[in-house]
C-alpha cells in the first residue's frame, strides 16, 4: 500500500467474494519501472494539449470509423484482434474463464479428474508456449488495459493461421459457459463420444437418489422385466445391480454402457419429469436437426418398445 497498491473487491457471479491486495495497474506498474530507471525526479513541465476536447473526439471518432471499415474488410487480422479481446477484455467485452465450482466435494474431485479437464489443461499449454515463446503472458484476465490488448494483438499477428486457430480453439473452450444449450450444441456438432470421456463413477451413484430413474437404467442396460422385477427394491439394491450389469457381476460385462443422461444428444429417462440435459436439448435441437421437431423426447421405455 505505501507503494501505491490497492485493494480490489471482486464479487462473483456465485455471490462470493474475493480480495486483491496490494495491487496496481498495469499502467502503475509500467510508471514505477520508469521510475526505477531513474526517470522518477524528473517532473515534466506541463504543456497545454494541441487539441480541445471536441476536437480530440472528432478526430478520434473518424479515425475509430476507418479502423472499423479496414477490420470490415481484413478477417484475418480482425480474427487475431477477436482473440485478443476473449483473452483480455476492453470497455466493450466483459469475457472470463469457466471456474469449475461444484456444490459437492466429490463432484469437484470427479471432474477435475477426469480425461476432458486434462485435454483442456494440455491443449491450454501448448497455446500458452506460443505466448511465452514472444515472452507475452498468456493469462486469461478480464478487464486488460489498452497495453495488454495491443501486447496481445501484435503477438497473435506474430502466429501462423495455425496457431491462431489453436489459441481460438483453447480460449473458447476456457470461456464456454456450463449448464445450459450451447454446450449440448457444442457436443452434438462436435460429434463428441462422451464414452470416452467419462464413465460411470462413485460419485454418480452417491449422487443418483432418484428410484425411477435407477430403475429405467437397469432397463436401459439389462431388460424391462428385470426392471420391473427391481422395482420394489431400495435405490441402494438396485444401484448395486446397476453396478453389477456394468462390470458383469453373473452376467456379460456392459462396460461402455452410459445412461441417457450422458449420451448425445441426451435423453430423460423418466417420461415427462425434469431433466437439464435433455432439457436443454429440445429447447435447441431445431437449430441442429431438421428432424428434431418430428422426434418425440425418448426414454429408454420407449426406445424398446419401438425395437
Not at 472528432?58 to 483473452?87: C, T
Not at 514472444?134 to 495488454?148: E, F, H, T
Not at 454402457?257 to 436443454?280: C, F, H, I, N, Y
Request: with cysteine; aromatic share 4%.
Amino acid at each position: 500500500m505505501e507503494d501505491g497498491g490497492k485493494v480490489f473487491i471482486e464479487v462473483r457471479q456465485d455471490g462470493t467474494v474475493q480480495f486483491h491486495e496490494g495491487q496496481l495497474t498495469s499502467a502503475e506498474a509500467r510508471k514505477q519501472q520508469q521510475g526505477l530507471k531513474g526517470d522518477s525526479d524528473a517532473v515534466p513541465a506541463a504543456i497545454r494539449p494541441e487539441m480541445s476536447g471536441p476536437l480530440a473526439e472528432y478526430v478520434l471518432l473518424h479515425r475509430h470509423a476507418a479502423a472499423q471499415a479496414s477490420l470490415a474488410a481484413s478477417p484475418a487480422i480482425a480474427l487475431r484482434l477477436m482473440v485478443a479481446h476473449a483473452m483480455a477484455g476492453s470497455a466493450l467485452w466483459d469475457v472470463r474463464p469457466h471456474e469449475l465450482r461444484a456444490r459437492k466435494d466429490e463432484t469437484q474431485a470427479s471432474v477435475e479428474g477426469g480425461a476432458s479437464v486434462a485435454a483442456v489443461a494440455q491443449a491450454t499449454a501448448q497455446t500458452d508456449a506460443l505466448f511465452k515463446a514472444l515472452n507475452v503472458s498468456p493469462a486469461l484476465r478480464r478487464n486488460g488495459d489498452d497495453y495488454r490488448l495491443c501486447e496481445l494483438f501484435s503477438a497473435l499477428l506474430a502466429m501462423s493461421d495455425e496457431e491462431v486457430l489453436a489459441v481460438v480453439a483453447s480460449v473458447m473452450a476456457r470461456t464456454l459457459d456450463a449448464g445450459n444449450g450451447i454446450v449440448e450444441a457444442v457436443l452434438h456438432v462436435c460429434g463428441t463420444d462422451l464414452s470416452a470421456a467419462w464413465k460411470p463413477d462413485e460419485a454418480f451413484f452417491d449422487l443418483t437418489k432418484d428410484k425411477r430413474a435407477i430403475n429405467a437404467m437397469i432397463g436401459d442396460i439389462a431388460t424391462l422385466s428385470l426392471a420391473e422385477s427391481c422395482r420394489a427394491e431400495t435405490g441402494k439394491a438396485q444401484k448395486q445391480v446397476l453396478a453389477n450389469r456394468i462390470s458383469g457381476e453373473g452376467c456379460e460385462a456392459n462396460p461402455d454402457w452410459r445412461p441417457g443422461w450422458m449420451q448425445v444428444p441426451p435423453t430423460r429417462l423418466v417420461e415427462g419429469a425434469g431433466s437439464p440435459p435433455a432439457d436443454a436439448w429440445t429447447r435447441i435441437a431445431g437449430l441442429f436437426e431438421a428432424e428434431a421437431e418430428a422426434t418425440p423426447d425418448e426414454t429408454p421405455e420407449t426406445r424398446q418398445d419401438a425395437a
